[in-house]
């Protein structure tokens, strides 16, 4: 495979999984498991859980990590998160969560040992330096049975694209509001938390760019050193047949 075959299996990859998590992050349901377990916020749920792993650091530190959110209302969410179970009884409650959502809707997927069994590989086999909630995440004990393990492994796998991708955007000189106006556009800022006007980066299309291609270039270098071809090229598969069954399981 060349470099650019492995650049892409590893953004195909990345794609689905982001995509996988997701569904179960924004989900009414996991919504409401949140507040039936005690969050009134199931933002705020979403905070704590996610940020768990960091255990009792402060608003600000937190924040930081998140890195794409309005440092102010996310560290707030993150103190009334905590305030329920806790830094680590939020990052189990969570987990918890990933894992059942995976049990009931990944369960008709093909291949989900495998794609857990691989994705599991570059897990280990990835250096943590400048990737907190990845290090965190990855230390969290895994499920027995195929269809949460694969969930909580697209979980893992998804902080670590995201960590490379933090990192990459915070020397770019681009803005998080920039980046989510070049991205996803005023809805993503909005639902970040940021107020308006909208810096909208139009300057700094190519930068972004850059941001997305050395991203995806550290994935493939990731994937490279855990994973021969073949297996980056089915694992790429797996996890898009993997958010495909997803998408087809969940109630909308």
Do not use: C
Not at 36 to 63: D, H, I, K, M
Request: glycine share 10%; net charge negative.
């Amino acid at each position: 495979m060349s470099d650019t075959g492995m650049t892409d299996a590893a953004a195909a990859a990345g794609a689905a999984m982001e995509e996988a998590v997701a569904v179960f992050m924004l989900h009414p349901e996991t919504f409401g498991e949140s507040i039936a377990a005690g969050y009134q916020n199931p933002l705020a749920a979403y905070v704590a859980g996610r940020g768990g792993v960091l255990g009792e650091a402060s608003g600000a530190t937190v924040s930081s990590v998140f890195a794409v959110f309005e440092p102010t209302s996310l560290a707030a969410m993150w103190e009334e998160g905590i305030a329920v179970r806790g830094a680590a009884g939020a990052a189990q409650q969570y987990w918890d969560q990933a894992a059942e959502f995976g049990r009931k809707y990944l369960t008709g997927a093909s291949g989900l040992d495998r794609l857990a069994a691989l994705g599991e590989k570059i897990i280990t086999a990835t250096p943590t330096a400048g990737l907190p909630l990845f290090a965190g995440w990855r230390t969290m004990p895994l499920a027995a049975d195929a269809p949460a393990r694969a969930l909580q492994v697209m979980f893992v796998m998804r902080e670590l694209r995201a960590g490379v991708h933090f990192n990459a955007l915070t020397i770019s000189g681009i803005s998080p509001v920039e980046a989510h106006m070049l991205n996803k556009g005023h809805q993503y800022a909005m639902m970040f938390g940021w107020p308006e006007p909208f810096a909208d980066g139009a300057g700094k299309k190519d930068r972004y760019t850059e941001i997305e291609q050395a991203t995806n270039r550290r994935m493939a270098e990731i994937f490279a050193a855990a994973l021969d071809p073949a297996e980056a090229d089915e694992l790429a598969r797996l996890s898009t047949d993997a958010l495909a069954s997803l998408k087809s399981s969940v109630p909308g």
